[in-house]
């Protein structure tokens, strides 16, 4: 995105709804259910996806906050077998790496209870991939870098919404990130300026998928919320 310069300009926000307290309970009880019915899942089928929801999704992720509202991301988004292939092959290179490093033990031991391993056939049998790269800077209209302020939060938080508007419309997805990923840049023919964060796998879930126990127990909430 190139931008310049400019003033202050206040406007009105669109769609401003009046919404009574009772109707925000009921709202948000709604919400919390919904979303409380989310899980990651590692077993797709390869029942198509039609493009216009993956874009709606994408539109959403795209409406998020961000510093400055520079928007510091960009989605590319994969159904060619072919790329898809691509990624996976140099995926499980990277993952057996880090499956056979001995200095890892500790934090292969912490994923033992989820049954993950080198090998990713989602990201080839889900029938889209969308990866998340993050922006470390801009260019302006003369062409000179332009900084990009609060990077990872505002990635982090657009893809927060993308994750949750994935799963509002039906649909299922893993987060997958091998270490390194530099090879995604070059598949996806991204920038320097690009730096990609995240693989999502995205498709609906296999008949018979399974998730682990593991990753149905979720610390309590007085753990986590502080309230002053």
Request: include cysteine; glycine fraction near 4%; aromatic fraction near 8%.
């Amino acid at each position: 995105m190139k931008t310049k310069n400019k003033s202050y300009q206040p406007v009105s926000p669109d769609n401003q709804k009046l919404i009574s307290n009772s109707d925000m309970e009921l709202i948000s009880k709604q919400h919390l259910l919904e979303m409380q019915s989310r899980h990651t899942i590692r077993d797709f089928s390869d029942r198509k996806v039609s493009y216009s929801i993956i874009e709606n999704c994408l539109r959403t992720a795209c409406s998020a906050p961000s510093g400055a509202n520079l928007q510091p991301w960009h989605f590319s988004v994969i159904s060619s077998p072919s790329v898809k292939s691509q990624i996976r092959k140099a995926a499980e290179i990277e993952e057996q790496k880090f499956y056979n490093d001995i200095k890892k033990d500790e934090w292969l031991t912490a994923l033992e209870p989820f049954g993950t391993h080198p090998s990713k056939p989602h990201l080839e049998v889900a029938p889209w991939l969308i990866v998340v790269f993050s922006e470390r800077y801009g260019e302006l209209e003369d062409g000179t870098k332009r900084k990009n302020y609060y990077v990872p939060e505002s990635v982090g938080i657009a893809t927060g919404f993308l994750i949750s508007a994935l799963h509002l419309s039906g649909l299922s997805c893993l987060t997958h990130t091998p270490n390194p990923m530099g090879f995604l840049s070059k598949i996806c023919n991204r920038p320097s300026s690009n730096k990609a964060s995240l693989i999502l796998a995205v498709g609906h879930a296999a008949e018979d998928v399974k998730i682990p126990l593991a990753s149905t127990v979720k610390k309590p909430f007085k753990e986590v919320v502080s309230v002053f």
